[in-house]
């Protein structure tokens, strides 16, 4: 039997619209300013109100597109409960605000919820001292690091609303009724940490761990600028990759959702495996993680892409270093470089 990807819905919803994509399970999106353009929601039917699972950025525009989601496809009936998978801004941005204007509770894992509410307290008018230190042991392109140095970085605050106190956690193994069904918990990692994917019977809310057609950005940042995400993923990808089976219904947090799901969780530790070949292939001469955009996204990178580019091109770098496969040096202007051990 030949394995591949099938895309049972490939028309996505219209701005304010939904589709249902299984019994009692709506599919809505997002808008995005990126690149990325669109982040999935969905919906489950508690009968009296929904439970959502994740929201998209807080912003203005989000606020009308999600009053028109529940006044129009969601009928008017309250969004009581409010599944966030992981911590990055556009899916939980709007969680706050479903908190406060809503009364709805937020379940979430515990490091998401940490991670957000530490990030959207965290307003910094200029990149700080090790955000500046973390840049300059990437390597990070001198014009880029200029204009940085001296403008408002990205704030969690910019996109993500307030977060009052209290939220409820799950954690692996727990099982949450939502919707009609059972779900099991288990946790994904590397793309974010303790980020949550949910099982239930031929349907699987995969966040950003379970993504069709792109690959989910492993990064490191300033906050722990020695993390090895890559060993993260792969751990995370082994661990989740026994409960896949190809007729499973994935719904992920960006793209179209697929089945094929034992196929996908090959080819995303193999991409990985991939780049962490050509990258060390190109390690043969010390090189910044600035330097090896190319061995490993096989193209020019520009603009706004720069940033994610960079935090993912440290994270296969510092991955071979930690792992002893290659060195690392301090170079006389601040950045780290990576050679291949032997080379
Ligand atoms: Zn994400």
């Known amino acids: ?63 009308a597109i999600w009053e028109q989601l529940m006044a129009g496809p969601l009928g008017g009936k309250p969004v009581s409960r409010v599944i966030v998978t992981h911590h990055h801004p556009d899916h939980i941005g709007m969680a706050g605000w479903f908190q406060s204007e809503h009364g709805a509770e937020l379940i979430t894992t515990r490091t998401a919820w940490l991670m957000a509410r530490m990030l959207v307290l965290d307003d910094q008018d200029r990149p ?46 727990d099982t949450l009724r939502a ?62 990759r026994v409960f896949a ?12 959702p697929f089945t094929g799901l034992p196929l996908r969780m090959r080819q995303l530790i193999d991409n990985h495996n991939g780049a962490l070949e050509r990258l060390l292939k190109h390690l043969d001469t010390p090189k910044t993680a600035h330097e090896c955009f190319m061995p490993l996204f096989k193209r020019e990178i520009r603009g706004g892409e720069y940033g994610l580019a960079l935090v993912e091109s440290v994270a296969h770098c510092a991955h071979l270093y930690l792992a002893g496969q290659a060195t690392r040096s301090l170079r006389h202007d601040g950045a780290y470089t990576y050679q291949r051990k032997g080379a």
């Open 128 to 173: 700080t001292a090790e955000s500046l230190r973390f840049w300059q042991h990437a390597g990070m392109d001198p014009e880029i690091f200029a204009q940085r140095a001296c403008e408002r970085p990205f704030n969690f605050s910019d996109c993500v609303a307030p977060m009052p106190l209290g939220y409820r956690r799950i954690r692996e193994c």
């Open 245 to 256: 089976t190809p007729d499973q219904l994935v719904l992920p947090g960006h793209k179209l």
């Open 179 to 240: 919707g009609g069904r059972n779900w099991a918990v288990r946790m994904g990692n590397g793309h974010a940490p303790e980020h949550a994917t949910l099982w239930a019977d031929g349907v699987v809310l995969g966040g950003d761990q379970l993504l069709p057609s792109i690959s989910p950005n492993l990064g490191v940042y300033p906050t722990e600028p020695d993390a090895d995400p890559v060993t993260d993923w792969l751990e995370a990808c082994e661990r989740l």
């Open 1 to 63: 039997m030949s394995e591949t990807l099938s895309y049972p819905f490939p028309d996505i919803p219209a701005e304010g619209e939904a589709i249902e994509v299984a019994e009692g399970i709506l599919w809505m999106r997002q808008p995005l300013p990126m690149k990325l353009d669109h982040v999935n929601i969905y919906a489950l039917d508690e009968g009296g109100s929904w439970t959502i699972v994740d929201t998209g950025f807080y912003s203005k525009r989000g606020v």
